[in-house]
T-cell receptor, first 111, second 113 residues
Framework: DAKTTQPNSMESNEEEPVHLPCNHS???????IHWYRQLPSQGPEYVIH???SNVNNRMASLAIAEDRKSSTLILHRATLRDAAVYYC????????????FGKGTKLSVKP | SAVISQKPSRDICQRGTSLTIQCQVD?????MFWYRQQPGQSLTLIAT?????????ESGFVIDKFPISRPNLTFSTLTVSNMSPEDSSIYLC??????????FGPGTRLTVT
């Protein structure tokens, strides 16, 4: 069974908010949830991470469900430059901080 | 933050040969990792490169096939040995510079013919 599941693709209109969901039902209480995004022909880029509380940074917000089995990455106003594949991941108890990623959601942004 | 470079950026190799990929970080980092990303797929962790000791491999990856070195806190290499077409992939190096964030290199695109 996949540890982390995400929708394959989503579409958004420019300037509108985007909510990208992720399910991580087997996560433990101490596993951080991480989000990265990958533009074509580039390595992944860190977006945000969190444990229990909702988190905000300059790029996005992360809303974590109370039971921690799911989370949502929120882009408040999508721009064309936000079109990318967004990966949700967690370290699933790994002691060294390595990440197990989902298959990613390809976000398309329409002008 | 950390800036990561990889060499080569891409290569085309013959079946049965080996390729060594280099990863250089612009600052000392505690942890470095190697991932594989097959075309259109997600990232799969190959191993954690440990400084001064043997790498820690994930299930399905073995040292004989993917030997890793990490001689210091800024550099690591991954060798893909005895290559077959199934090894065609993008290989990514990453480093954990802060407490949680990982920084990824641009990747090495390997094609095995």
């Amino acid at each position: 069974d996949a540890k982390t599941t995400q929708p394959n693709s989503m579409e958004s209109n420019e300037e509108e908010p985007v909510h990208l969901p992720c399910n991580h039902s087997t996560i433990s209480g101490t596993d951080y949830i991480h989000w990265y995004r990958q533009l074509p022909s580039q390595g992944p880029e860190y977006v945000i991470h969190g444990l229990t509380s909702n988190v905000n940074n300059r790029m996005a917000s992360l809303a974590i469900a109370e039971d921690r089995k799911s989370s949502t990455l929120i882009l408040h106003r999508a721009t064309l430059r936000d079109a990318a594949v967004y990966y949700c991941g967690a370290d699933y108890g790994g002691s060294q901080g390595n990440l197990i990623f989902g298959k990613g959601t390809k976000l398309s942004v329409k002008p | 933050s950390a800036v990561i470079s990889q060499k080569p950026s891409r290569d085309i190799c013959q079946r049965g040969t080996s390729l060594t990929i280099q990863c250089q970080v612009d600052s000392q980092v505690t942890m470095m990792f190697w991932y594989r990303q097959q075309p259109g797929q997600s990232l799969t962790l190959i191993a954690t490169a440990n400084q001064g000791s043997e790498a820690t491999y994930e299930s399905g990856f073995v040292i004989d096939k993917f030997p890793i070195s990490r001689p210091n806190l800024t550099f690591s290499t991954l060798t893909v040995s005895n290559m077959s077409p199934e090894d065609s992939s993008i290989y990514l190096c990453s480093a954990k510079a802060g407490e949680y964030e990982q920084y990824f290199g641009p990747g090495t695109r390997l094609t095995v013919t």
